[in-house]
């Protein structure tokens, strides 16, 4: 078992930064793949980037790529989400996820592991 357990989101204004945090406890986390996933209210889980076990490699989705940047710190056993140029429409509740894989991820229903969330919120 893995526990995951996000932190630093909160109110910014559009153009800002955000840095979200995801720390695991339980199982070796540098065995785990790590995706960062968002929804907002009434709309399905987005995908927003992925790392590998090692964080030799990332993945982003165009819709957040050159904005959003994920990393790890396997000694610390946390994984971050550097969050740039936000924008009102980036507003969401973000999620980390994990899994035991060499494979990247970009699906919600691939990963065995869930944090609780931390809310982002985007001003105009």
């Known amino acids: 078992q893995v526990y995951l357990v996000e932190s630093g989101g909160g109110l910014v204004q559009a153009g800002g930064s955000l840095r979200l945090s995801c720390t695991a406890s339980?199982?070796?986390?540098?065995?785990?793949?790590v995706g960062w996933f968002r929804q907002a209210p009434e709309r399905e889980r987005e995908f927003v980037g992925f790392?590998?076990?090692?964080?030799?490699?990332?993945y982003y989705p165009d819709s957040v790529r050159g904005r959003f940047t994920i990393s790890r710190d396997n000694a610390n056993n946390t994984v971050y989400l550097q969050l740039n140029s936000l924008r009102p429409e980036d507003t969401a509740v973000y999620y980390c996820?994990?899994?035991?894989?060499?494979?990247?991820?970009?699906?919600?229903?691939?990963?065995?592991?869930w944090g609780q969330g931390t809310q982002v919120t985007v001003s105009s």
């Open positions: 996820a994990a899994k035991s894989t060499i494979r990247i991820l970009m699906t919600a229903q691939d990963y065995d592991y």
């Open positions: 339980g199982r070796p986390f540098s065995n785990h793949a």
């Open positions: 790392i590998s076990r090692s964080g030799f490699q990332t």
